[in-house]
């Protein structure tokens, strides 16, 4: 993780992806990986997760609902990661 994108991730945002990732609002999590995205650069992002730059900019200029891979290859190049937990099984909303 460059040191420009570790500056932006804030605990604020961390609790939103986090939120994002929980409630199932996949829009949320976009919306929060945006500042990063920018910071890392969005030429940089299109070759490191190999999603055309067009594709990111629809994903976060629209902050629509991108595939569950999507995400997890913005995660993996960003240096985030997804830990699982066991739930009660109660679906929750925000």
Partial sequence: MSEIVKASL???RLEEITKGLRYRQLDRVISALWPLAQQYGMSQLARDTGISRTHLYRIFGDMRNPELNTILQLFNVLG???????????????
């Fill in 80 to 94: 985030l990661d997804i830990s699982v937990s066991v739930g009660d099984g109660v679906v929750r909303s925000s």
């Fill in 10 to 12: 804030t605990p604020e």
